[in-house]
């Protein structure tokens, strides 16, 4: 079984550190802040200029002075921080934050992502993505294996105007979690009850299976 | 107008001499912390052909949404379009020129900018779009791009408190891209919550000092939120 949005999220918060500064991306990437493991402390860092956002508020709590990257209504933890722009994209760019989790159009198996566009069809803008991808070293992406007619993401090259270059090295979808070196996809865990056949036929990269690969474990 | 006393007693006095053809920052991140009734000034005051720097460009219908649709954008540089369907519209037919900056190296570029330094390196956008026609350079191994900085004539910001000698403290996250623009606008406007008098304000606490601010208006702000997201007790 392809794994739901909330085991995706689930998966990639077994990548959290005590300790850890965190950007999690719009989309599945933020519901990652739903399963944090309850022996761990990380601090989430929101690049519109919050260190340490907290859960969405309740009602009465609602202050449209506070909102995340995604403009959602959140609040602030204790010891948190407030800043600009330009500090917070210090802290991304100078390689201060330890994992960033973000959503992909496409990954290539050099490493290389799409995330912001689709030519005549589609402009998101980049946001703080190419920022994001450039300052990390430890970045997870989160996406579906294959679009919903069956198209591969995990691609030789991507074809979509690129977010980065040569910057991805772990990959978690629907269908397995992914290692990216030497120019390939390396199958490290596959999703419970999905056949390593079924990954190969749904990546269009390179892919290296070794072995007997393990299921994943959601806790 | 006199001395170091900063504050304006209109919103045409606040934007007076904003011409046609002008570059204009406007802070804020999506509707928080934007400058609500000098972005409806510039809307009433039907100025056009300019070249506007935000983040974002509001939603359709609100904020930096009416210069969208009064057309009075020729350019926008930005680094999100998101949901807002005109923006998108305008960008796809070539009607408005967009440039799709990362959000970092804006912020960066208009940092720069207020400090007089022309131009930086970044990783970000290396073999990207981003970096199509730009000059690139190799430090210790790793490949950089060189994004020139940018200013404006009038750069809009918004903040929480000011005292009238233009010293500006932001609220949460309002703070965003008005600090740097603040400091890159050859005139400055800041609208502001409230306005108190010089010593109220604890100078270990400014954010913007007031050297960067030129005018300065006690606004009234909707707030209005884009997502507004709770849990349930």
């Given at each position: 079984m392809a794994l739901s949005r909330e085991q995706l999220a689930q998966r990639v918060a077994a990548e959290l550190r005590d300790g850890y500064y965190v950007n999690l991306g719009i989309g599945i990437p933020t519901l990652v802040a739903n399963y944090i493991p309850k022996n761990i402390e990380v601090m989430l860092q929101s690049e519109n200029g919050l260190l340490g956002m907290g859960p969405f508020p309740l009602d009465e709590e609602v202050d449209a002075d506070l909102i995340n990257a995604g403009k959602q209504t959140v609040t602030a933890v204790t010891?948190?921080?407030?800043?600009?722009?330009?500090?917070?994209?210090?802290?991304?760019?100078?390689?201060?934050?330890?994992?960033?989790?973000?959503?992909?159009?496409?990954?290539?198996?050099?490493?290389?992502?799409?995330?912001?566009?689709?030519?005549?069809?589609?402009?998101?803008?980049?946001?703080?993505?190419?920022?994001?991808?450039?300052?990390?070293?430890?970045?997870?992406?989160?996406?579906?294996h294959a679009s919903k007619t069956g198209q591969s993401k995990l691609l030789e090259a991507c074809t979509l105007p690129l977010t980065g270059v040569n910057c991805i090295r772990k990959v978690v979808t629907d269908l397995a979690y992914l290692e990216i070196h030497d120019g390939a996809f390396h199958l490290i865990e596959r999703a419970p009850g999905v056949s390593i056949e079924e990954i190969k036929e749904k990546t269009a990269g390179r892919l290296v299976v070794d072995g007997d690969v393990p299921e994943m474990k959601l806790a | 107008?006199?001395?170091?006393?900063?504050?304006?007693?209109?919103?045409?006095?606040?934007?007076?001499?904003?011409?046609?053809?002008?570059?204009?920052?406007?802070?804020?991140?999506?509707?928080c912390g934007i400058p609500e009734g000098l972005i409806e000034q510039v809307?009433?005051?039907?100025?056009?052909?300019?070249?506007?720097?935000?983040?974002?460009?509001?939603?359709?219908?609100?904020?930096?949404?009416?210069?969208?649709?009064?057309?009075?954008?020729?350019?926008?540089?930005?680094?999100?379009?998101?949901?807002?369907?005109?923006?998108?519209?305008?960008?796809?037919?070539?009607?408005?020129?967009?440039?799709?900056?990362?959000?970092?190296?804006l912020a960066e570029k208009i940092r720069a900018g207020g400090a007089g330094i022309p131009a930086f390196y970044t990783a970000t956008g290396y073999g990207t779009?981003?970096?199509?026609?730009?000059?690139?350079?190799?430090?210790?191994?790793?490949?950089?791009?060189?994004?020139?900085?940018?200013?404006?004539?009038?750069?809009?910001?918004?903040?929480?408190?000011?005292?009238?000698?233009?010293?500006?403290?932001?609220?949460?996250?309002?703070?965003?891209?008005?600090?740097?623009?603040?400091?890159?606008?050859?005139?400055?406007?800041?609208?502001?919550?409230?306005?108190?008098?010089?010593?109220?304000?604890?100078?270990e606490h400014i954010h913007t000092p007031g050297i960067y601010v030129q005018r300065l208006i006690k606004g009234t702000f909707e707030k209005r939120i884009e997502q507004r997201t709770v849990r349930s007790a």
């Amino acid at each position: 079984m392809a794994l739901s949005r909330e085991q995706l999220a689930q998966r990639v918060a077994a990548e959290l550190r005590d300790g850890y500064y965190v950007n999690l991306g719009i989309g599945i990437p933020t519901l990652v802040a739903n399963y944090i493991p309850k022996n761990i402390e990380v601090m989430l860092q929101s690049e519109n200029g919050l260190l340490g956002m907290g859960p969405f508020p309740l009602d009465e709590e609602v202050d449209a002075d506070l909102i995340n990257a995604g403009k959602q209504t959140v609040t602030a933890v204790t010891g948190a921080a407030y800043f600009s722009s330009a500090e917070s994209f210090a802290m991304i760019r100078g390689a201060h934050v330890d994992l960033t989790v973000l959503g992909a159009f496409e990954i290539d198996q050099k490493g290389s992502i799409a995330s912001w566009m689709i030519p005549g069809k589609l402009v998101k803008g980049m946001g703080g993505a190419m920022d994001l991808v450039a300052g990390t070293d430890n970045i997870v992406v989160t996406m579906t294996h294959a679009s919903k007619t069956g198209q591969s993401k995990l691609l030789e090259a991507c074809t979509l105007p690129l977010t980065g270059v040569n910057c991805i090295r772990k990959v978690v979808t629907d269908l397995a979690y992914l290692e990216i070196h030497d120019g390939a996809f390396h199958l490290i865990e596959r999703a419970p009850g999905v056949s390593i056949e079924e990954i190969k036929e749904k990546t269009a990269g390179r892919l290296v299976v070794d072995g007997d690969v393990p299921e994943m474990k959601l806790a | 107008m006199s001395g170091f006393n900063k504050v304006v007693g209109s919103y045409e006095e606040a934007l007076a001499g904003l011409e046609d053809g002008m570059t204009i920052m406007v802070g804020g991140f999506g509707l928080c912390g934007i400058p609500e009734g000098l972005i409806e000034q510039v809307k009433d005051m039907g100025t056009s052909g300019l070249t506007c720097i935000s983040n974002n460009a509001g939603i359709d219908g609100f904020a930096l949404g009416k210069w969208l649709e009064g057309r009075q954008i020729k350019t926008m540089i930005g680094s999100y379009v998101g949901e807002n369907a005109l923006f998108e519209k305008l960008f796809i037919s070539g009607e408005m020129e967009v440039i799709l900056t990362p959000q970092g190296t804006l912020a960066e570029k208009i940092r720069a900018g207020g400090a007089g330094i022309p131009a930086f390196y970044t990783a970000t956008g290396y073999g990207t779009d981003v970096a199509k026609g730009k000059d690139t350079r190799e430090f210790n191994g790793r490949n950089y791009v060189l994004e020139e900085s940018l200013t404006a004539d009038y750069a809009l910001v918004k903040a929480w408190k000011a005292d009238t000698m233009g010293n500006l403290v932001y609220r949460m996250t309002t703070q965003n891209f008005n600090p740097m623009m603040a400091t890159a606008g050859r005139i400055t406007v800041a609208e502001v919550e409230e306005i108190v008098e010089p010593g109220e304000l604890d100078p270990e606490h400014i954010h913007t000092p007031g050297i960067y601010v030129q005018r300065l208006i006690k606004g009234t702000f909707e707030k209005r939120i884009e997502q507004r997201t709770v849990r349930s007790a």
